[in-house]
């Protein structure tokens, strides 16, 4: 798979509550998160997302030290834009101050965090592609944008491609199956995935532990194998065990006979 010319790995890193929460950094265990990024590093995984928001920037800036010396043409990092911050100057100021905590020479792929009814997505999309031309960002894109959204952004740009869309997707939540994913591969949007684990209840779903015994694999590992069928899933973790079990899905894949076997189960 590649996003922005990029070539990214099958599985990518999100890190939502990495640092922080909701506009509030925590400190207290950064070490622990910079170990944690490198290891993922060293497992294979290089698409990595944040947002100005996880930690109020603190994300951002752990990743950005986890990966210093790194190649960044080896890595894909993408990062967001908070809805209160869609005015056409908050925009590049947001996008700037992001760039600045994650210390790279550009910013993969921006997108809109969630969208917002009181800003015209013209005037917001105007400021993205000002920052492609600018150089601060490489590729744009959205999050959040259901069916109708997605269809009023894609006519919203005038020069620059919508690379992304990010959803909530899982083998639990499929919804975007039904109409998003097949407008998105149509205009040619990748869609990731945040939460492709349920929030840890695929864990405990008998049918991909059935599934999982075949291949000799875990539940999850099954499930982001499945979301690895229609989007790039960007699983978190919080402990290096965690870490190899979202990277043990990198080498192999469900068989097509499998695939529609899960995917025709009432589950989601």
């Known amino acids: 798979m ?3 010319e990029k070539k990214v790995s099958k ?3 999100g890190t939502w509550k990495i640092g922080g929460g909701y506009w509030s950094a925590d400190r207290t265990r950064d070490s622990h998160w910079l170990d944690l990024l490198k290891y993922v590093v060293e497992k294979g995984i290089n698409l990595f997302d944040t947002a100005e928001m996880y930690g109020d920037g603190h994300a951002e800036e752990l990743l950005g030290q986890a990966l210093k010396g790194e190649d960044q043409d080896e890595f894909t990092v993408i990062t967001k834009v908070w809805n209160n911050h ?11 101050a992001s760039l600045r905590r994650l210390g ?9 965090h969630w969208p917002s009814p009181s800003v ?7 400021a993205m592609e000002k920052l492609v031309d600018d150089g601060v960002v490489r590729c744009i894109g959205v999050s959040n944008f259901d069916t109708n959204l997605l269809e009023e952004v894609l006519s919203a740009v005038n020069r620059y491609k919508i690379e992304v869309n990010e959803m909530e997707y899982s083998i639990l939540n499929r919804k975007i199956e039904k109409d998003l994913i097949t407008l998105a591969q149509r205009n040619g949007v990748k869609i990731v995935a945040y939460s492709p684990l349920g929030r840890g209840e695929v864990s405990s779903l008998p049918i991909l532990t059935e599934v999982a015994k075949k291949y000799g694999r875990t539940p999850v590992q099954v499930a982001l194998n499945y979301v690895a069928r229609k989007a790039i899933p960007i699983p978190k973790a919080s402990t290096k065990p965690h870490v190899d079990d979202i990277a043990g899905t990198l080498d192999w894949d469900l068989t097509d006979e499998d695939y529609r076997y899960l995917a025709s189960l009432p589950i989601g």
């Open 86 to 96: 869609l005015k056409y100057d908050d925009v590049i100021k947001a996008a700037r």
């Open 120 to 126: 015209p997505l013209r005037e917001t999309m105007r």
């Open 11 to 13: 599985v990518g890193f």
């Open 2 to 4: 590649e996003l922005c």
């Open 104 to 112: 790279l020479k550009y910013i993969d792929i921006y997108l809109i």
